[in-house]
């Protein structure tokens, strides 16, 4: 588990936007079938993604 939280506390914003769109288009993937994993999936996706963004408005807005 801290190989985990590491990997998003020490991974640059570009690594978390590509793994967050990579998650979203298995979710899109999967919409059909499986409705509720989608919904969770596109939910971990978006999390994801405002936290990486929260981290390039820190690196660009750091003083």
């Known amino acids: 588990m801290n190989k985990f939280l590491s990997f998003f ?3 640059s914003p570009l690594i978390l936007i590509l793994v967050s769109v990579g998650i979203g288009i298995v979710a899109k993937i999967i919409e059909i079938k499986f409705k509720n994993i989608a919904m969770g999936l596109q939910l971990i996706t978006f999390i994801l993604f405002l936290y ?3 981290r390039v408005g820190d690196k ?3 003083k």
């Open 52 to 54: 990486a963004l929260k």
């Open 60 to 62: 660009i807005f750091k």
């Open 9 to 11: 506390k020490n991974a």
